[in-house]
C-alpha cells in the first residue's frame, strides 16, 4: 500500500502541470468569449449612434453647435502640422404620355421600384437650349443627379435603328425622351422631335460626329413651326444627345496600381477646397484608386478604397493631404496643389464641421459665437497651406478649383498628363457625365445673411493678395479674378 501511494503520488504529481494548463486555456476561452461579446456590444452602439446622428439631421433646427476646434497655425508660417493628426491612421470627426409607340429589343427595366425612383430624378426643368447643362428637381429643395447634355451629333439611319429602345410622339420633348431612356435603365437619350432613341454606349459618339450646335436647334425649330405630321428620319440627321442619370457600370471599375510606383504625388489642398470632388473625378477618369494621408470611414464606405490603403504602398494614383509642414511636404515627389477661394473654403469647412460631408449649418450656427473664431483660426491656414506648399513642394501643378468647374475636361487633361497617364474617350466620358458624384454638398443653401464681418473681409483679402503674389513669383499664373477685393 505504501509503495501504491507512492506510485499514485508521483502520477499525480505528472498530472498537475496538464491540469494547470487545462484550466489557463479554458479561463484564456473565456477571455476571448468576453472581448467578442464586448466588441459586438461596441460595434452596436456605434451603429445606434449612427441612426441617432441621422435622425438629428434629418431636422436642421435640432443639430447641436459645432463642436470645439482644435486651432490650426494661427500665423503665416510654413512649419508645423495642419489641423489633421501625424498619423496615416487619424481619423476624421467629423413614361412617355398615351400615343407612344415603343420598340424594345434590350431587357426589360429590372423593377416598377427602380423606375419609379428614376422618375423622381425627373420632375420639371429640362433645357430649352441643347447648351445648358441641367439640375432636374423633384422639389425647390431637393436636388437630385444631373442630366447632362452630351452635344449635337450627325448620324445615320442605320446607326439609330440599331439603338434598343425607339419612341415615336408628336408632341415628343426632351423631357420625356429623357425619362423613356432613363426607366430603360440606358445611358444616352438621342433626340430629335418626334424621335427618341435609347442606347447604353457612346462609343458610336465619336468627335467626328459632332456637329455645331446650331444644327440642332435649327432643326427642333423647324418641327415646333411645322403643322404638318413630321415626316420619318432621312439617312442622316442631327440628333440632341444627353447623358441620363443612368451610370454606366465601367465608370464604376476602379482598381489599384498594377505596379507599385516608386514616385509619391500628392492631392494637397486646404479643407474645404473640393479635394474628394477631385478625387472622384480623378478615379472616373483614371480608373485607379486615390489613397488618403488620414482615414475617413465614411469616404472609405462610400466607394473610395484608397482610405484603407496605407498611403506610402504606391498603389495609388495620388494621395490627398491638407498638410502644410516641410516634413510633410518633402515626403512627396511632386504635388497637385488644389486652390479655391477661400470665402467659399471657409464657409465649406465650416459646414462640414457642423453638419458632415453633405450637410449645411444652421443660421444659429453662423451666428455663434463659433464661426468667428473659425474664421481666425482657418483664415491664416488657408493662406499659409498655399505658401509652404509652393515654397517646398519640389514638382508642382496648381489647379483651381473654379476653373475646374468652368472648363472640366481641359483641367482633366493637365491633370492626367501631370499624372502621367492615358485618359480614354469612355472615361472622359465617366467623369464628365457622373462629375458631381455623392459628395457635392446639395443646392446653394446659404445663410440668409452675410456672415463675413468687414474686420474678416480686411484679414482674408490681405491673404489672397499674399497668396497671388507668391504664385506669379512662381512662375504660376495668379489667382482668379473673382477672389480679388473688389
Given at each position: 500500500?505504501?509503495w501504491?501511494?507512492?506510485?499514485?503520488?508521483?502520477?499525480m504529481?505528472?498530472?498537475?502541470p496538464f491540469?494547470?494548463?487545462?484550466?489557463?486555456?479554458?479561463?484564456a476561452?473565456m477571455l476571448?468569449?468576453?472581448?467578442?461579446?464586448?466588441?459586438l456590444?461596441?460595434?452596436?452602439?456605434?451603429l445606434l449612434?449612427r441612426?441617432s446622428?441621422?435622425?438629428a439631421q434629418?431636422n436642421?433646427?435640432?443639430?447641436?453647435?459645432?463642436?470645439?476646434l482644435?486651432?490650426?497655425?494661427t500665423?503665416?508660417?510654413?512649419?508645423?502640422?495642419?489641423?489633421r493628426?501625424?498619423?496615416?491612421?487619424a481619423?476624421?470627426?467629423?413614361a412617355?404620355?398615351?400615343?407612344?409607340?415603343v420598340?424594345?429589343?434590350?431587357?426589360?427595366?429590372?423593377?416598377?421600384?427602380?423606375?419609379?425612383?428614376?422618375?423622381?430624378?425627373f420632375?420639371?426643368?429640362?433645357p430649352?437650349?441643347p447648351?445648358?447643362r441641367?439640375?432636374?428637381h423633384r422639389s425647390s429643395?431637393?436636388?437630385?443627379?444631373?442630366?447632362?447634355?452630351?452635344?449635337?451629333f450627325?448620324l445615320?439611319k442605320?446607326t439609330?435603328?440599331?439603338f434598343p429602345?425607339?419612341?415615336?410622339?408628336?408632341?415628343?420633348?426632351t423631357?420625356s425622351?429623357?425619362?423613356t431612356?432613363?426607366?430603360?435603365e440606358?445611358?444616352?437619350a438621342?433626340?430629335r422631335k418626334?424621335h427618341?432613341?435609347?442606347?447604353?454606349?457612346?462609343?458610336?459618339?465619336?468627335l467626328?460626329?459632332?456637329?455645331?450646335?446650331?444644327?440642332?436647334v435649327g432643326n427642333?425649330?423647324?418641327?415646333?413651326?411645322?403643322?404638318?405630321t413630321?415626316?420619318?428620319?432621312?439617312?442622316?440627321?442631327?440628333?440632341?444627345?444627353y447623358?441620363?442619370?443612368?451610370?454606366?457600370?465601367?465608370?464604376k471599375e476602379?482598381?489599384?496600381?498594377?505596379?507599385?510606383?516608386?514616385s509619391?504625388?500628392?492631392?494637397?489642398?486646404f479643407p474645404g477646397a473640393?479635394?474628394?470632388?477631385?478625387?472622384?473625378l480623378?478615379?472616373?477618369?483614371?480608373?485607379?484608386?486615390?489613397g488618403?494621408?488620414?482615414?475617413d470611414g465614411t469616404?472609405?464606405?462610400?466607394g473610395?478604397?484608397?482610405?484603407?490603403?496605407y498611403?506610402?504602398?504606391?498603389r495609388?494614383?495620388?494621395?490627398?493631404t491638407?498638410e502644410?509642414?516641410?516634413?510633410?511636404?518633402?515626403?512627396?515627389?511632386?504635388?497637385?496643389l488644389l486652390i479655391?477661394?477661400p470665402?467659399?473654403?471657409?464657409?465649406?469647412?465650416?459646414n462640414?464641421?457642423?453638419?458632415?460631408?453633405?450637410?449645411?449649418?444652421?443660421?444659429?450656427?453662423?451666428?455663434?459665437?463659433e464661426?468667428?473664431?473659425?474664421?481666425?483660426?482657418?483664415?491664416p491656414?488657408w493662406a499659409?497651406?498655399?505658401?509652404?506648399?509652393?515654397k517646398?513642394g519640389?514638382?508642382?501643378?496648381?489647379?483651381?478649383y473654379?476653373e475646374?468647374?468652368?472648363a472640366l475636361?481641359?483641367?482633366?487633361?493637365?491633370?492626367?498628363?501631370?499624372?502621367?497617364?492615358?485618359?480614354?474617350?469612355?472615361?472622359?466620358?465617366?467623369a464628365q457625365?457622373?462629375?458631381?458624384?455623392?459628395?457635392k454638398?446639395?443646392?446653394p443653401?446659404?445663410?440668409?445673411?452675410?456672415?463675413?464681418?468687414p474686420d474678416?473681409r480686411?484679414?482674408?483679402?490681405?491673404?489672397?493678395?499674399t497668396?497671388?503674389?507668391?504664385?506669379?513669383s512662381?512662375?504660376f499664373?495668379?489667382?482668379?479674378?473673382?477672389y480679388?477685393?473688389?
Amino acid at each position: 500500500m505504501k509503495w501504491l501511494s507512492t506510485e499514485v503520488r508521483d502520477s499525480m504529481g505528472m498530472v498537475a502541470p496538464f491540469y494547470k494548463l487545462h484550466c489557463l486555456l479554458k479561463r484564456a476561452q473565456m477571455l476571448l468569449l468576453c472581448l467578442g461579446i464586448a466588441y459586438l456590444m461596441a460595434g452596436s452602439i456605434l451603429l445606434l449612434q449612427r441612426s441617432s446622428i441621422r435622425i438629428a439631421q434629418s431636422n436642421p433646427a435640432n443639430l447641436p453647435h459645432m463642436l470645439s476646434l482644435a486651432a490650426p497655425p494661427t500665423a503665416l508660417r510654413t512649419a508645423g502640422l495642419g489641423m489633421r493628426a501625424r498619423s496615416r491612421w487619424a481619423a476624421i470627426q467629423s413614361a412617355p404620355g398615351g400615343g407612344a409607340k415603343v420598340r424594345r429589343q434590350g431587357p426589360a427595366s429590372r423593377s416598377l421600384g427602380v423606375q419609379h425612383l428614376h422618375r423622381r430624378w425627373f420632375h420639371s426643368l429640362v433645357p430649352d437650349s441643347p447648351e445648358q447643362r441641367v439640375s432636374l428637381h423633384r422639389s425647390s429643395t431637393h436636388k437630385v443627379r444631373n442630366v447632362h447634355y452630351r452635344g449635337c451629333f450627325k448620324l445615320l439611319k442605320s446607326t439609330t435603328g440599331s439603338f434598343p429602345v425607339y419612341s415615336f410622339q408628336p408632341n415628343l420633348t426632351t423631357q420625356s425622351c429623357i425619362e423613356t431612356c432613363t426607366d430603360k435603365e440606358l445611358l444616352l437619350a438621342v433626340f430629335r422631335k418626334p424621335h427618341c432613341f435609347c442606347t447604353w454606349t457612346s462609343s458610336i459618339l465619336s468627335l467626328k460626329q459632332q456637329s455645331d450646335n446650331q444644327q440642332c436647334v435649327g432643326n427642333l425649330a423647324l418641327n415646333d413651326t411645322s403643322t404638318s405630321t413630321p415626316s420619318a428620319a432621312t439617312e442622316h440627321d442631327h440628333y440632341q444627345v444627353y447623358h441620363t442619370p443612368v451610370l454606366d457600370s465601367r465608370c464604376k471599375e476602379r482598381m489599384f496600381l498594377p505596379h507599385r510606383s516608386s514616385s509619391l504625388v500628392a492631392l494637397s489642398s486646404f479643407p474645404g477646397a473640393g479635394n474628394t470632388w477631385v478625387r472622384h473625378l480623378i478615379e472616373l477618369v483614371t480608373g485607379y484608386y486615390t489613397g488618403s494621408f488620414y482615414f475617413d470611414g465614411t469616404l472609405y464606405n462610400r466607394g473610395f478604397k484608397g482610405e484603407k490603403d496605407y498611403w506610402k504602398s504606391g498603389r495609388s494614383i495620388c494621395i490627398k493631404t491638407h498638410e502644410s509642414g516641410q516634413k510633410e511636404i518633402e515626403m512627396f515627389d511632386s504635388a497637385i496643389l488644389l486652390i479655391r477661394n477661400p470665402y467659399r473654403s471657409l464657409m465649406a469647412e465650416f459646414n462640414r464641421k457642423c453638419a458632415g460631408h453633405l450637410g449645411h449649418a444652421t443660421d444659429a450656427q453662423w451666428k455663434s459665437k463659433e464661426w468667428p473664431e473659425f474664421v481666425s483660426s482657418y483664415a491664416p491656414w488657408w493662406a499659409s497651406h498655399a505658401l509652404s506648399w509652393l515654397k517646398f513642394g519640389r514638382h508642382l501643378l496648381v489647379v483651381h478649383y473654379e476653373e475646374l468647374q468652368r472648363a472640366l475636361l481641359p483641367q482633366l487633361r493637365l491633370i492626367t498628363t501631370f499624372l502621367n497617364t492615358t485618359m480614354s474617350e469612355e472615361r472622359l466620358f465617366c467623369a464628365q457625365s457622373n462629375q458631381d458624384g455623392h459628395f457635392k454638398r446639395s443646392g446653394p443653401q446659404q445663410p440668409t445673411f452675410d456672415p463675413f464681418t468687414p474686420d474678416m473681409r480686411q484679414m482674408i483679402d490681405a491673404f489672397i493678395h499674399t497668396v497671388d503674389q507668391a504664385l506669379k513669383s512662381r512662375n504660376f499664373s495668379g489667382l482668379p479674378e473673382e477672389y480679388l477685393p473688389r
